[in-house]
């Protein structure tokens, strides 16, 4: 029978592990286990509609918003691995208002704090649309040995060690960047192990896909109105018009638009006005993803990554995806802003 070779997410990391001097194989560990909490999460996605877990846990999250079951059940699952890892020294995630200190002797040993969003897209599980959990690896800087500070989760994007997404869609893919290319890993569910499937993404650096909720055009910056105008005019030349496509889950609607060449726009509205996207575990993991495969990713006038976060749910406006796209999009932006 033809066998072909497949690499799995564990090999992988141990053989980039290997390949930079004076790793020790913490960082691995820790990878291993966001590994090992997304398969738990994949497999609860996946009999939701079976079980009684679809639908409001009863519970209000920090900023407001109802909690579904399976919002808690993520929390508590890469809560768990992480601890068990004892690499991390702590989380930050959506779902608790400050970041969770891990008081073990071991995890305060660990060197890593971690910020996530650990089921992004829930409001949508109900209709069976694809989730995802996002996460972001930090080095700390509060002494190892003690427990964190604040400042371990509130660092800018720029010194990220890793991050990635798991999308629970039509399959599920683990997706990272360690800051050399983004890899992407398909779960094989009769092994049940990510197999790389997607080596070195790069994202397409002019994109012919759009992705905002129009619903909220009349509350648009005018330049964002324009920029949407633009992308339905016809210019065969330049492939327009676009098409549009929006999931309302940041993880379902980066992914399609990374691989397929597109701009994810969540500007500022009345109702956000600051934006609706999470600087923290939402934009700068998502950030470093779109600039690790070629594309970038903006706040509208500055590189997502370089923002001081100052407060763990500080929201942002936020575009990110193909090169070309962000750059006419700033222009707009720019242009209409100073008229
Ligand atoms: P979460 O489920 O973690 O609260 O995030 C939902 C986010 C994001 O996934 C998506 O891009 C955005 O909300 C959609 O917002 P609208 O429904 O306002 O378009
Ligand atoms: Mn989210
Ligand atoms: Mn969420």
């Known amino acids: 029978m033809f066998m072909h070779k497949v690499t799995t997410l564990n090999q992988f990391i141990v053989e980039r592990q290997a390949e930079i001097p004076g790793a020790t194989g913490e960082f691995s560990r820790l990878l291993h286990h966001v590994g090992i909490a997304a398969k738990k999460v994949h497999r609860e996605v996946n009999k939701a509609g079976l079980a009684d877990i679809l639908g409001r846990a009863g519970t209000i999250n920090v900023q407001g918003e109802n909690q579904q079951k399976l919002d808690v059940f993520a929390d508590n699952t890469f809560m768990d691995e992480l601890r068990a890892s004892g690499e991390c020294c702590g989380v930050a995630t959506e779902e608790n208002e400050s970041a969770v200190a891990f008081d073990e002797d071991l995890c305060r040993r660990g060197k890593y704090a971690v910020c996530m969003d650990p089921l992004d897209g829930s409001s949508n599980i109900d209709a069976n649309v694809p989730v995802g959990t996002i996460f972001s690896i930090y080095r700390r800087l509060s002494p190892v ?46 092994i049940g192990e990510f197999c790389l499937s997607h080596p070195l993404v790069q994202t397409p650096a002019r994109g012919r896909i759009y992705s905002i909720n129009e619903g909220n055009y009349a509350n648009f910056p005018v330049g964002v109105k324009k920029y949407i105008k633009y992308c339905q005019e016809i210019d065969e030349a330049s492939g327009r018009p676009y098409t549009s496509r929006y999931i309302g889950s940041l993880v379902a609607d980066f992914h399609r638009n990374m691989l397929r060449g597109g701009l994810f726009l969540y500007p500022e509205t009345s109702r956000y006005p600051e934006g609706k996207l999470r600087l923290v575990y939402e934009c700068n993991p998502v950030a470093f993803i779109a600039e690790q495969s070629g594309g970038a990713a903006t706040n509208g006038t500055r590189r997502v990554l370089e923002l001081t976060p100052g407060s763990l749910h500080r929201r942002v406006p936020f575009y990110a995806g193909s090169r070309e796209m962000a750059g006419k999009l700033m222009e707009f932006l720019e242009f209409f802003n100073h008229i």
């Open 145 to 190: 040995g003690e427990r964190p500070s604040e400042e371990d989760f509130l660092q800018a994007g720029t010194a990220q060690i890793a991050a990635g997404y798991v999308i629970y869609g039509s399959s599920t893919m683990l997706v990272y960047t360690a800051g050399r290319g983004v890899n992407g890993f398909t779960l094989d569910a009769s």
